[in-house]
């Protein structure tokens, strides 16, 4: 199974999460302006690819881009993705359940994270790890 990873990053600028997704040999990622488990639609960000050493990296990012935490992690199950939109089911530590991820209006980095949690056994195959 895919892993992801969720980074609490307080930088110069402010806070914010970035989802990481496992795709291959590096990390589809996406900022978010709020946890990942806020209720209602959070603003995400989609960000270049990042290397796969994020899934286990905790420490300060270089040129002064302040420093990343492990906010959860797990694995994902991937239902659907297309140029605008993903959805698959995470089974981490905080995070269970069903995620989205669509694209809003022409923009490619403007997008929408929405999470549906589903207790402790999401989507019927992925189990949630303790």
């Known amino acids: 199974m895919p892993r992801f990873v969720v980074l609490e990053h307080a930088q110069p ?8 997704l496992q795709v291959g040999s590096a990390l589809a990622t996406w900022a978010l302006d709020r946890p990942p488990d806020a209720a209602g639609p959070v603003a995400a960000e989609l960000l270049p690819d990042h290397r796969t050493s ?3 990296y905790e420490g300060p990012i270089s040129a ?3 420093s990343v935490s492990q ?3 797990g694995e994902y199950l991937l239902h659907s993705r297309s140029e605008t939109e993903l959805t698959a089911t995470l089974a981490g530590k905080k995070l269970v359940g069903r995620i989205s991820l669509t694209r809003l209006g022409d ?3 403007r997008w929408r994270f929405s999470f549906e949690a589903t ?3 999401a989507g019927g195959t992925v189990q949630n790890r303790q």
């Open 107 to 109: 923009d490619p980095a």
């Open 13 to 20: 600028r402010g806070r914010h999460w970035d989802l990481m």
């Open 64 to 66: 002064g881009r302040g």
């Open 119 to 121: 207790g402790p056994q």
């Open 54 to 56: 994020y899934l286990d």
């Open 71 to 73: 906010w959860d992690a």
